[in-house]
C-alpha cells in the first residue's frame, strides 16, 4: 500500500504570473447540473490561443474533455494551453471536467469533495490569459452557475443559481453543496461529517482558540475567515492529506479510506495553528519571491509552536524540542558553502526548518531587548513596512527588526548557527 501526504505551501498561490484587466477573457463559467461540472471561456475578441496560469504538469489534457468542437488543450513550453486543432482564432471554448480529487505537484487541488456531495473549488485552476501570461495579470472575470439545489459559499457568502465576481491573484475556495456553514468565535467553518466525530469535536474547541490567541497577539483579521475540512474516496490504494490556506480561508482534505484511520488529531489541530498564523500574517505574507519563503513560513512554525507551549503550559519547552530538532535538519540540508537561495530551491523543507530557527533566534533577541511579544511584533512591523510599499523580502524583514531594536540582525546563516539554548531560553 502506497502512502503520500501532501501538504502545499499555504502561500503557494501568491507565487503566481496574474491576469491583466484586458486579457480579453469576458467570463470563466463554472457550471454544475444533475449530469456534471463544465467550465467555459468566453472571450471579446478572436485569440489564437489560451495559456493557463497554473501549469504543475499536463494533466488537463485528460480530465477536460472539450465540448467545442475543433478544441484541444497541449502542453506547451511548460505550459498547457487551450488552442484550435486547425490553428484557426475562436471566442469560445468549454469542457467538461473530471470533479473527482487528484493531487497535483505544488499545488492546490482542483477539487476536493465532501462525503455527502458538496465540493470545495479552487478557482485559480481555472485562470487563463488570452495568447500569454506575464506579470501584469492579476485579475479574472468568474461566475458559477448552479442548476442543482446545491448552494455556493463565495468570501463567505451563501448565493443560489449564479453568481459573478471579479476574482485575482491566487484565487478563492468556493464551497458548493447542501452543508449548513457552522459559526464559531470568528470563525466559519464547513466540516465534513465523515470525518472521525472526536476529530471534528476537537476542531470546534481547539478552532476558537486559535483565533482568539492569535488576535490578541496581532490583532482582529478584517473579515471573518473560513475553515473547510473534508473527505473523499480514493481510487488506487493511495491514501493521505492535503491542506493549505489562501485569503481569509483555511482547508484540509483526506482522501482514502486509511486516512481516516490514520488521522493524528494533535498533528492536524498543529498545522491549522500553523495555517491561521498565515491568515494573521497581513500584508507581509505576500512576498518578492519564493526565495525568501523561510521568513514568512518559519513564523508560522514559531507561532503555531508558541500557542501549542502555551495552551499546554510547557515553559518554552516544546519550542525549545522543535527548534533544536529543526536546526539539525537545517544544518544538514543547507552546505556552509552554498547559499541558501539554492538550498531553498532544491528543498522547500529548508524554508520551515531554518526559517523556524532563524525567527526563534530574531524573538528571543526581541525579548531580550525589551520587546516582549517578540516575533509578534516583528511581523507587526514588517507588514506595515509592506503595506507602505517596501518589498516583501529579508531586507525589509532585517529593517523591521532594526526598527524595534535599534541594532541590525545577524545573517541568516548567523542565526542558523547560534546555539539552540540561547535562542530560546524561556
Known amino acids: 500500500m502506497r502512502y503520500f501526504i501532501v501538504i502545499a505551501v499555504a502561500v503557494l498561490g501568491l507565487l503566481l504570473w496574474f491576469a491583466p484587466a484586458d486579457s480579453q477573457i469576458r467570463l470563466i463559467t463554472l457550471s454544475k447540473s444533475e449530469i456534471g461540472w463544465t467550465v467555459t471561456y468566453q472571450l471579446n475578441e478572436p485569440v489564437s490561443q489560451l495559456e493557463f496560469v497554473r501549469s504543475p504538469n499536463n494533466s488537463r489534457a485528460t480530465r477536460w474533455q472539450p465540448l ?151 490583532g482582529a483579521l478584517s473579515q471573518t475567515p473560513t475553515l473547510f475540512a473534508s473527505y473523499s474516496d480514493f481510487d488506487g490504494g493511495y491514501y493521505g492529506h492535503q491542506g493549505g490556506v489562501l485569503p481569509n480561508q483555511v482547508f484540509m482534505h483526506w482522501y482514502g479510506e486509511q486516512a481516516l484511520d490514520n488521522v493524528d488529531e494533535q498533528n492536524t489541530l498543529w498545522f491549522f495553528a500553523h495555517e491561521i498564523a498565515h491568515l494573521f500574517q497581513g500584508a507581509g505574507l505576500k512576498y518578492s519571491s519564493s526565495d525568501e519563503a523561510w521568513i514568512h513560513e518559519g513564523a508560522a512554525e514559531l507561532m503555531s509552536y508558541l500557542y501549542t507551549d502555551a495552551k499546554l503550559a510547557k515553559s518554552n519547552q516544546l519550542v525549545q524540542d522543535a527548534v533544536r530538532k529543526a536546526q539539525t535538519e537545517c544544518v544538514a540540508s543547507w552546505p556552509a558553502s552554498e547559499p541558501f537561495v539554492i538550498v531553498g530551491r532544491i528543498n522547500f523543507k529548508a524554508h520551515y526548518s531554518c526559517g523556524l530557527v532563524a525567527n526563534a533566534e530574531l524573538h528571543a533577541q526581541l525579548q531580550a531587548n525589551g520587546i516582549r511579544s517578540g516575533i509578534f511584533a516583528l511581523w507587526e512591523t514588517y507588514s506595515e513596512l509592506v503595506a507602505d510599499g517596501a518589498a516583501a523580502d529579508s531586507e525589509t524583514y532585517f529593517a523591521a527588526f532594526e526598527q524595534l531594536t535599534g541594532y541590525a540582525s545577524m545573517s541568516l546563516r548567523q542565526l542558523i548557527d547560534r546555539p539552540v539554548s540561547a535562542s530560546i531560553a524561556p
Not at 468542437?69 to 469542457?95: H, K, L, M, Y
Not at 478552532?207 to 492569535?214: A, E, F, N, Q, V
Open 68 to 218: 467545442t468542437d475543433n478544441i484541444e488543450i497541449a502542453w506547451q513550453n511548460g505550459s498547457e494551453v487551450i488552442r484550435s486543432q486547425n490553428g484557426e482564432p475562436f471566442t469560445e471554448a468549454a469542457f467538461t471536467l473530471d470533479a473527482s480529487y487528484t493531487t497535483l505537484p505544488k499545488d492546490y487541488a482542483p477539487f476536493s469533495p465532501f462525503s455527502d456531495g458538496g465540493m470545495l473549488v479552487h478557482t485559480a485552476r481555472f485562470f487563463a490569459c488570452a495568447e500569454s501570461c506575464g506579470a501584469a495579470h492579476h485579475e479574472w472575470p468568474m461566475a458559477v452557475n448552479l442548476t442543482t439545489n446545491d448552494y455556493m459559499l463565495v468570501d463567505g457568502q451563501l448565493r443560489l443559481g449564479f453568481h459573478e465576481w471579479l476574482d485575482r491573484d491566487s484565487g478563492r475556495a468556493i464551497y458548493i453543496g447542501s452543508q449548513p456553514p457552522e459559526t464559531f468565535s470568528a470563525l466559519v467553518a464547513i466540516i465534513d461529517p465523515a470525518l472521525p466525530s472526536s476529530l471534528r469535536q476537537n476542531m470546534i474547541t481547539e478552532l476558537p482558540m486559535i483565533m482568539s490567541y492569535y488576535t490578541k497577539e496581532l
